[in-house]
């Protein structure tokens, strides 16, 4: 029963940090809204912390490269927290992590698309996906050579001049537009 009380363990550490990093992600994204509605507005305030903040928040990055390969496991938990913890990651700072999208973590994407039949899940996922590369030159351009997530992305994108046949659909067509497809 040792590795079942470890397995719980790390469970409790992954909800522990999913919420500290929304708490977090929420919190910068809240100073930084507000500093960029500051700049626009031209009422002159200091954009400076939300600097410093963002700044601050760029090692969290290097989890990136760690929460995708969490994401095929079998145990839903481990997957419904990587997922979360992955997606407010991206959203915090985007492609910043040059290993987000490597041929590994390509070709986990790549599984889960088949894989993964809840569409609330698939649609974290394909948010998640279109952050990174719309975020960063590099991973689209990997994403341009991955074939077999492309196919998939394919698959489940509408025909052209035919309507979604999910809420996910969209989001898959606009990914393949980012490359080119």
């Not at 500290?20 to 929420?26: I, M, P, Q, S």
């Not at 419904?80 to 990651?89: E, G, Q, R, T």
């Not at 889960?112 to 590369?133: A, G, Y």
């Not at 975020?135 to 990997?142: M, Q, R």
Request: charged letters at 25%; proline letters at 6%.
């Amino acid at each position: 029963m040792p590795h079942q009380e470890t397995r719980n363990e790390n469970i409790v550490h992954m909800f522990g940090h999913k919420n500290c990093l929304k708490e977090k992600g929420g919190y910068t994204s809240g100073i930084v809204r507000l500093a960029l509605q500051a700049q626009k507005s031209g009422s002159g305030k200091d954009t400076q912390a939300a600097e410093d903040l963002l700044l601050l928040s760029k090692p969290l990055t290097d989890l990136i490269s760690l929460l995708v390969p969490l994401l095929p496991n079998e145990d839903p938990e481990i997957f419904d927290v990587s997922s979360k913890c992955l997606s407010i990651l991206v959203w915090l700072c985007g492609g910043e992590n040059p290993g987000s999208l490597s041929p590994e973590n390509v070709e986990i994407f790549a599984h889960l698309r088949t894989s993964k039949e809840d569409p609330k899940e698939q649609k974290l996922l394909l948010r998640t996906l279109r952050r990174m590369v719309t975020s960063n030159e590099k991973h689209l351009e990997s994403l341009k050579n991955a074939d077999s997530l492309l196919q998939a992305l394919e698959r489940m994108a509408p025909r052209r001049g035919s309507l979604p046949d999910s809420m996910e659909a969209p989001l898959a067509l606009e990914i393949l537009q980012a490359v080119g497809r």
